[in-house]
């Protein structure tokens, strides 16, 4: 039964779309690229229902890998909310003048919406250690693992 797996593959991406309304989360461009994995995944494990034998199985492997890949770019994150490296995407960076030359010129070029630093560790609560990126880190690995291991029984 591949149910479960789906609910689980898809709850992580909903829950990450609710905490913007609920508790006003802002995402990171790193946020938002931890989320496209869980998409990837969960369209596997979709064809995987229909599919038997060696696809089903192939479909198992591949959904698990997609897995792991939003837990090596919520690990990558991780390292940028602890310093231990700057954030590869231009997009966590603050904004910076650039070649304005006025306030004015300045403001025009300031996004719709502000961009969070991605080194800027977000919490679903004031009173849990784990930032979202670590939460994810922690939960991708484990559902990615359960994945593969549901492959190799399969």
């Known amino acids: 039964m591949l149910w479960p797996f789906l609910i689980a593959t898809l709850a992580a991406p909903l829950l990450a779309m609710g905490s913007e309304t609920w508790p006003g989360l802002a995402p990171c461009a790193l946020c938002l690229w931890q ?7 969960a369209a596997l494990l979709g064809l995987g ?9 192939l479909a198992l492997v591949a959904a698990g890998l997609a897995v ?6 919520a690990g990558l994150h991780v390292g940028v909310e602890w310093g231990w490296w700057p954030s590869p995407l231009p997009a966590c960076l603050a904004p910076g003048a650039g070649a304005a030359t006025s306030i004015e010129e300045m403001m025009r070029g300031l996004a719709a919406a502000p961009a969070k630093p991605c080194d800027e560790a977000a919490y679903f609560f004031p009173w849990m250690p784990l930032s979202v990126a670590e939460t994810n880190l922690i939960y991708a690995t484990l559902l990615g693992g359960l994945l593969l291991r549901r492959a190799r029984r399969d």
């Not at 989320?35 to 995944?41: D, F, H, L, S, T």
């Not at 229902?49 to 199985?57: I, P, T, Y």
């Open 35 to 41: 989320r496209w994995p869980y998409w990837v995944a």
């Open 49 to 57: 229902l229909a599919l038997s034998g060696r696809a089903r199985r």
């Open 68 to 73: 792991w890949g939003s837990a090596a770019v």
